[in-house]
T-cell receptor, first 112, second 115 residues
Protein backbone atom coordinates (compact mmCIF):
# COMPACT_ATOMS: atom_id res chain seq x y z
CA UNK A 1 0.00 0.00 0.00
CA UNK A 2 0.87 3.68 -0.09
CA UNK A 3 3.43 5.09 2.34
CA UNK A 4 4.00 8.82 2.82
CA UNK A 5 7.10 10.24 4.51
CA UNK A 6 7.14 13.88 5.63
CA UNK A 7 10.10 16.05 6.66
CA UNK A 8 11.01 17.87 8.78
CA UNK A 9 8.94 16.95 11.84
CA UNK A 10 9.48 20.44 13.29
CA UNK A 11 10.41 23.67 11.57
CA UNK A 12 11.04 27.09 13.06
CA UNK A 13 11.41 30.19 10.87
CA UNK A 14 11.54 33.92 11.38
CA UNK A 15 8.45 35.89 10.48
CA UNK A 16 8.70 37.03 6.87
CA UNK A 17 10.98 34.17 5.83
CA UNK A 18 9.94 31.21 3.69
CA UNK A 19 9.14 27.69 4.90
CA UNK A 20 9.38 24.47 2.89
CA UNK A 21 7.97 21.09 3.89
CA UNK A 22 8.71 17.98 1.82
CA UNK A 23 6.91 14.68 1.33
CA UNK A 24 7.70 11.51 -0.57
CA UNK A 25 5.24 8.79 -1.54
CA UNK A 26 5.71 5.20 -2.60
CA UNK A 27 2.77 4.33 -4.89
CA UNK A 28 3.31 5.63 -8.42
CA UNK A 29 -0.45 5.27 -9.00
CA UNK A 30 -1.20 8.06 -6.50
CA UNK A 31 -2.67 11.03 -8.33
CA UNK A 32 -3.99 13.40 -5.68
CA UNK A 33 -1.84 15.27 -3.14
CA UNK A 34 -3.51 17.58 -0.60
CA UNK A 35 -2.04 19.57 2.26
CA UNK A 36 -3.93 20.10 5.51
CA UNK A 37 -3.27 22.63 8.24
CA UNK A 38 -4.19 21.92 11.86
CA UNK A 39 -3.96 24.77 14.33
CA UNK A 40 -3.64 23.93 18.01
CA UNK A 41 -6.86 22.38 19.28
CA UNK A 42 -8.60 22.81 15.94
CA UNK A 43 -9.67 20.51 13.13
CA UNK A 44 -7.44 19.83 10.10
CA UNK A 45 -8.41 21.98 7.10
CA UNK A 46 -7.41 21.69 3.47
CA UNK A 47 -5.19 24.58 2.38
CA UNK A 48 -4.09 23.50 -1.09
CA UNK A 49 -4.02 20.39 -3.26
CA UNK A 50 -2.49 19.26 -6.53
CA UNK A 51 -3.27 16.52 -8.99
CA UNK A 52 -0.76 14.46 -10.91
CA UNK A 53 -1.40 16.20 -14.23
CA UNK A 54 -0.02 19.46 -12.82
CA UNK A 55 3.54 20.25 -11.70
CA UNK A 56 2.88 23.34 -9.61
CA UNK A 57 -0.03 25.19 -8.06
CA UNK A 58 -0.07 28.50 -6.24
CA UNK A 59 -2.56 30.26 -4.01
CA UNK A 60 -1.36 33.62 -2.70
CA UNK A 61 1.53 32.87 -0.29
CA UNK A 62 1.19 29.10 -0.57
CA UNK A 63 2.47 26.91 -3.39
CA UNK A 64 2.81 23.19 -3.93
CA UNK A 65 5.17 21.48 -6.37
CA UNK A 66 5.00 17.88 -7.56
CA UNK A 67 7.75 15.75 -9.09
CA UNK A 68 6.08 12.54 -10.27
CA UNK A 69 9.30 10.99 -11.47
CA UNK A 70 10.95 11.33 -8.08
CA UNK A 71 7.65 10.76 -6.25
CA UNK A 72 7.91 13.78 -4.04
CA UNK A 73 5.94 16.95 -3.47
CA UNK A 74 6.56 20.04 -1.40
CA UNK A 75 4.68 22.87 0.30
CA UNK A 76 6.16 26.35 0.09
CA UNK A 77 4.96 29.20 2.29
CA UNK A 78 6.39 32.64 1.55
CA UNK A 79 6.36 35.77 3.72
CA UNK A 80 5.40 33.72 6.77
CA UNK A 81 3.15 35.24 9.40
CA UNK A 82 2.41 34.24 13.03
CA UNK A 83 -0.95 32.75 11.96
CA UNK A 84 0.94 30.26 9.80
CA UNK A 85 2.06 28.51 13.01
CA UNK A 86 0.36 25.09 12.97
CA UNK A 87 0.90 21.42 12.15
CA UNK A 88 0.89 20.72 8.43
CA UNK A 89 0.05 17.30 6.99
CA UNK A 90 0.68 16.11 3.47
CA UNK A 91 -1.26 13.20 2.00
CA UNK A 92 -1.43 11.07 -1.12
CA UNK A 93 -4.26 9.10 -2.68
CA UNK A 94 -5.21 7.05 -5.71
CA UNK A 95 -8.87 7.82 -5.16
CA UNK A 96 -9.42 11.38 -4.03
CA UNK A 97 -10.66 11.69 -0.46
CA UNK A 98 -11.55 8.01 -0.24
CA UNK A 99 -8.09 6.56 0.37
CA UNK A 100 -5.88 9.35 1.71
CA UNK A 101 -2.62 8.28 3.38
CA UNK A 102 -1.18 11.04 5.54
CA UNK A 103 2.37 11.96 6.42
CA UNK A 104 3.50 12.29 10.02
CA UNK A 105 3.01 16.03 10.15
CA UNK A 106 5.33 19.06 10.49
CA UNK A 107 4.99 21.45 13.39
CA UNK A 108 5.76 24.90 11.96
CA UNK A 109 6.54 27.72 14.35
CA UNK A 110 6.83 31.32 13.14
CA UNK A 111 9.04 33.42 15.41
CA UNK A 112 8.19 37.13 15.59
CA UNK B 1 -25.25 23.98 13.04
CA UNK B 2 -23.07 23.82 9.97
CA UNK B 3 -20.16 21.61 8.99
CA UNK B 4 -19.24 18.45 10.83
CA UNK B 5 -20.05 18.15 14.53
CA UNK B 6 -18.81 15.48 16.91
CA UNK B 7 -20.00 14.51 20.39
CA UNK B 8 -18.78 14.09 22.99
CA UNK B 9 -15.69 16.29 22.69
CA UNK B 10 -14.04 14.46 25.60
CA UNK B 11 -14.60 10.95 26.89
CA UNK B 12 -12.93 8.99 29.68
CA UNK B 13 -13.76 5.31 29.94
CA UNK B 14 -12.57 2.19 31.63
CA UNK B 15 -11.47 -0.85 29.68
CA UNK B 16 -14.74 -2.69 30.39
CA UNK B 17 -17.08 0.17 29.46
CA UNK B 18 -19.20 0.52 26.34
CA UNK B 19 -19.50 3.98 24.86
CA UNK B 20 -20.25 5.58 21.50
CA UNK B 21 -18.93 8.54 19.55
CA UNK B 22 -21.34 10.44 17.34
CA UNK B 23 -20.74 12.45 14.20
CA UNK B 24 -23.20 14.51 12.18
CA UNK B 25 -22.56 16.40 8.95
CA UNK B 26 -24.71 19.21 7.55
CA UNK B 27 -22.90 19.57 4.24
CA UNK B 28 -24.99 17.28 2.09
CA UNK B 29 -22.07 14.90 1.61
CA UNK B 30 -22.51 11.18 1.04
CA UNK B 31 -19.16 9.86 2.27
CA UNK B 32 -18.16 9.77 5.92
CA UNK B 33 -14.95 8.68 7.64
CA UNK B 34 -13.41 7.86 10.98
CA UNK B 35 -9.75 8.76 11.51
CA UNK B 36 -7.55 8.16 14.56
CA UNK B 37 -4.99 10.80 15.53
CA UNK B 38 -2.35 9.76 18.07
CA UNK B 39 0.59 11.82 19.27
CA UNK B 40 3.55 11.74 16.88
CA UNK B 41 1.77 9.45 14.41
CA UNK B 42 0.08 10.25 11.12
CA UNK B 43 -3.66 10.46 10.80
CA UNK B 44 -4.84 6.86 10.42
CA UNK B 45 -7.88 6.04 8.32
CA UNK B 46 -10.17 3.61 10.15
CA UNK B 47 -13.43 3.35 8.21
CA UNK B 48 -15.08 4.81 5.13
CA UNK B 49 -18.78 4.84 4.33
CA UNK B 50 -20.22 5.76 0.96
CA UNK B 51 -23.99 6.20 0.68
CA UNK B 52 -24.33 4.39 4.07
CA UNK B 53 -22.33 1.37 2.91
CA UNK B 54 -18.96 0.56 4.45
CA UNK B 55 -16.36 0.62 1.69
CA UNK B 56 -13.18 0.62 3.74
CA UNK B 57 -12.09 -1.06 6.96
CA UNK B 58 -8.42 -0.41 7.49
CA UNK B 59 -7.75 -3.55 9.58
CA UNK B 60 -9.36 -1.99 12.63
CA UNK B 61 -9.80 -4.24 15.71
CA UNK B 62 -13.34 -5.43 16.31
CA UNK B 63 -13.53 -3.51 19.61
CA UNK B 64 -14.29 -0.53 17.33
CA UNK B 65 -17.64 -0.95 15.62
CA UNK B 66 -18.90 1.73 13.20
CA UNK B 67 -22.49 2.40 12.30
CA UNK B 68 -23.86 4.64 9.55
CA UNK B 69 -27.68 4.81 9.67
CA UNK B 70 -27.85 7.49 6.96
CA UNK B 71 -25.54 9.73 4.95
CA UNK B 72 -25.58 12.44 7.63
CA UNK B 73 -24.79 10.41 10.73
CA UNK B 74 -21.90 8.21 11.73
CA UNK B 75 -21.24 6.45 15.02
CA UNK B 76 -18.24 4.66 16.46
CA UNK B 77 -19.19 2.14 19.14
CA UNK B 78 -16.42 1.38 21.61
CA UNK B 79 -16.16 -1.79 23.67
CA UNK B 80 -13.39 -3.35 25.76
CA UNK B 81 -10.82 -0.80 24.69
CA UNK B 82 -7.15 -0.76 25.63
CA UNK B 83 -5.12 2.18 27.02
CA UNK B 84 -3.27 2.41 23.68
CA UNK B 85 -6.62 3.29 22.06
CA UNK B 86 -6.47 6.66 23.79
CA UNK B 87 -6.36 9.23 21.00
CA UNK B 88 -8.26 11.95 19.19
CA UNK B 89 -10.93 10.41 16.94
CA UNK B 90 -11.78 12.57 14.00
CA UNK B 91 -14.85 12.26 11.86
CA UNK B 92 -14.82 13.65 8.33
CA UNK B 93 -17.11 13.87 5.35
CA UNK B 94 -16.69 14.47 1.63
CA UNK B 95 -18.52 14.30 -1.63
CA UNK B 96 -18.60 10.67 -2.70
CA UNK B 97 -18.85 8.74 -5.93
CA UNK B 98 -18.31 10.58 -9.20
CA UNK B 99 -18.38 13.99 -7.52
CA UNK B 100 -15.49 13.14 -5.20
CA UNK B 101 -13.39 16.32 -5.23
CA UNK B 102 -10.90 14.99 -2.74
CA UNK B 103 -11.50 17.49 0.07
CA UNK B 104 -12.20 16.14 3.53
CA UNK B 105 -14.17 18.24 6.00
CA UNK B 106 -13.21 17.29 9.54
CA UNK B 107 -15.04 17.61 12.81
CA UNK B 108 -13.35 18.99 15.94
CA UNK B 109 -12.69 15.46 17.19
CA UNK B 110 -13.52 13.40 20.27
CA UNK B 111 -10.63 13.10 22.72
CA UNK B 112 -10.79 9.58 24.17
CA UNK B 113 -8.90 8.47 27.27
CA UNK B 114 -8.98 4.80 28.24
CA UNK B 115 -8.01 4.07 31.83
Amino acid sequence: GENVEQHPSTLSVQEGDSAVIKCTYSDSASNYFPWYKQELGKRPQLIIDIRSNVGEKKDQRIAVTLNKTAKHFSLHITETQPEDSAVYFCAASIRGAQKLVFGQGTRLTINP
Amino acid sequence: ETGVTQTPRHLVMGMTNKKSLKCEQHLGHNAMYWYKQSAKKPLELMFVYNFKEQTENNSVPSRFSPECPNSSHLFLHLHTLQPEDSALYLCASSQGGQTNTGELFFGEGSRLTVL
